[in-house]
């Protein structure tokens, strides 16, 4: 399963939400990537003023089916208008067709990838692609399902730690709630409606707030890496090579599938009771043209003969009102009756779920001050010092940040001169190995931290707070998160050329919503200057948090990067 991440070029809020740290293949990759028809020359020209050709896109599991539709649809000879039409179909993910969508056509390259008809997983991606006017112009309405299957959870059966299918909770993709502890993986929120069907019923679960957003922080940060690139193939996740086998979150025609072909250890659905999505499979005209319109409608007549609803339910998929058709209601693992589903993943719900995703992965650009005057010498109410505790900090933080992190360090003294700094390490990928001795920066920095000490002096701490945020701002990063993360003893002490007013304007001066560059500020010790601090950050929408507890370090990273999901509009 891929981890890369890239962004999707997308307009307006769903462009903002569909920003993806995923990456997008080449333009160069065709849509029909098995043509499911060879038309005779002679009968593909005869009586034809021209001859056209109805382009239908599909998920790869219904994609089988669509091929066979298409060539009794093209066995059939349909003309309209004077063209014959013949169809082809293919699969494609649908991120890619509902960006084409969404952007509209440019120049003939885009043209071969939007299709005449597309049939994605979800009408979430229909959704999503009608957001933008170019969308809302082309896209039918009200597109007609071809089946459904519920997004479900699921293990082997019999799994230590797995509830029964019936009682089983959202609850259990959430760190620490997986006894014993087993990875969690699921198809990237960008890329598959069951991903932003678990992100949904996450937030559902956890709610709002500080906390909850801390929390939402943890299960990304749990999940991502074990997120898949494209539809979950559960072949390649079980069995478990070694420890206890994955937890999965896919369709349940995925479970279907895996069970249809025998394996050795059976896979069991699991059926969240506070209800979960159905996939619906809409069947979609994407264009204008009245004659692959009328194309359209005449492959669905064809999709709904028997014989094709009976492929359909063979593979697993339920009818679109829900209902199991025999195969399905006798096929190991399932559970036949309808389980309890919702249309709440719709709407802002449906943005939120994948902006919150996307916030959260997205890697960091991160430049960290360490001051290392007089005052982080102070023992901490008679346990360790401000240094010490500010190293375990240090430390942590390089441990929870992955290898796509760029981080800089500074460190604060006047000591070091004019300047009141050492820039002991420029901003720059965390995994690169580029010492010359297969080093890493991640090792590098870990051994600095390791032999940080006081150096006494003053931090002339507002003067290096507005040189690092101009570094950070000037360098700017639009596929990172980009900030300055302060662990300080708290007090400039006059050691500044400017006041702490002038720090405060010139931040809100330069904050820019549209390439926002966040403060977070983690004092250590009492602090009579709190609210200096706590104004510092504010003006950049960061946080300040203040701590004697090395325990609390964690959290408190956590918190700081779950501000990712409200700035640049973060409460105070």
Not at 324 to 335: F, H, P, S, V
Not at 415 to 442: K, M, Q, V, Y
Not at 515 to 523: D, E, G, M, W, Y
Request: net charge negative; proline share 7%.
């Amino acid at each position: 399963m891929s981890t890369g991440r890239h962004r999707l070029p997308l307009p307006s809020r769903a462009r903002t939400a569909l920003a993806s740290p995923l990456g997008v293949t080449a333009l160069s990759v065709a849509l029909i990537t098995a043509a499911s028809v060879g038309v005779p020359l002679g009968i593909r020209y005869a009586g034809c003023a021209e001859t056209g050709y109805l382009r239908v896109s599909a998920t790869l599991g219904m994609t089988p089916v669509l091929q066979r539709a298409a060539d009794e649809f093209n066995a059939a000879g349909h003309s309209y208008s004077g063209t014959c039409m013949f169809a082809q179909a293919g699969e494609m993910a649908p991120h890619r067709i509902m960006t084409e969508l969404s952007s509209g056509p440019v120049g003939d390259d885009a043209a071969s990838v939007v299709p005449d008809v597309w049939v994605p997983e979800s009408s979430a991606w229909v959704e999503l692609a009608r957001v933008s006017e170019s969308g809302a112009r082309t896209i039918e309405t009200s597109p007609r399902s071809l089946a459904s299957s519920p997004v479900v959870l699921a293990a082997p059966r019999g799994a230590e730690g797995i509830p029964e299918p019936g009682d089983a909770s959202w609850d259990l993709v959430l760190p620490g709630e997986r006894d014993p502890e087993r990875p969690l993986v699921m198809v990237d929120p960008n890329r598959g409606v069951d991903g932003m069907a678990a992100m949904y019923a996450v937030r559902r679960s956890l709610g709002t707030g500080d906390d909850a957003d801390t929390a939402m922080t943890d299960f990304v940060r749990d999940v991502q890496p074990h997120t898949a690139f494209g539809e979950l193939d559960l072949s390649s996740v079980h069995p478990a090579p070694a420890g206890p086998a994955p937890l999965a979150v896919v369709p349940e025609q995925a479970v279907a599938r895996y069970n249809a072909g025998g394996p050795e250890e059976p896979l069991t659905a699991l059926y969240p009771q506070e209800g979960t999505v159905s996939l619906d499979y809409p069947f979609v005209s994407t264009g204008d043209d009245p004659r692959k319109a009328a194309a359209a409608d005449d492959l669905y007549a064809v999709l709904q003969g028997e014989p094709y609803r009976e492929q359909l339910r063979e593979l697993g998929f339920r009818e679109p009102d829900g209902s199991a058709g025999a195969g399905l209601r006798g096929l190991e693992g399932i559970t036949a009756d309808p389980p309890e589903t919702h249309g709440g993943l719709t709407g802002d719900a449906l943005v939120t779920a994948v902006e919150d995703w996307n916030r959260l992965s997205m890697p960091s650009r991160a430049l960290v001050l360490a001051d290392v005057s007089e005052g982080m010498s102070a023992d901490l109410d008679g346990g360790p010092s401000r240094m010490e505790v500010a190293k375990d900090a240090a430390q942590l933080g390089l441990s929870l940040f992955p290898d796509e992190t760029d981080l800089g360090l500074w460190l604060l003294s006047s000591g070091f001169g004019a300047s009141g700094r050492e820039e002991a390490e420029g901003l720059a990928r965390l995994g690169a190995a580029d010492r010359g001795d297969g080093t890493t920066r991640r090792e590098e920095l870990h051994r600095m931290t390791e032999s940080i000490g006081v150096e006494g002096g003053d931090p002339r701490l507002y003067d290096n707070i507005l040189a690092a945020y101009e570094e950070v701002q000037d360098a700017y990063d639009q596929d990172k998160i980009n900030s300055v993360i302060v662990l300080t003893a708290g007090r400039d002490g006059g050691s500044s050329d400017i006041s702490h007013g002038e720090l405060v304007a010139e931040l809100q001066d330069r904050f820019d919503p549209e390439r926002p560059v966040t403060l977070f500020i983690i004092a250590f010790g009492a602090q009579p200057e709190r609210a200096e601090l706590s104004a510092i950050a504010g003006a950049t929408s960061g946080t300040l948090s203040v701590t004697d507890d090395p325990g609390e370090i964690g959290d408190i990273f956590l918190g700081s990067v779950s501000r990712r999901l409200c700035v640049p509009d973060c409460d105070e």
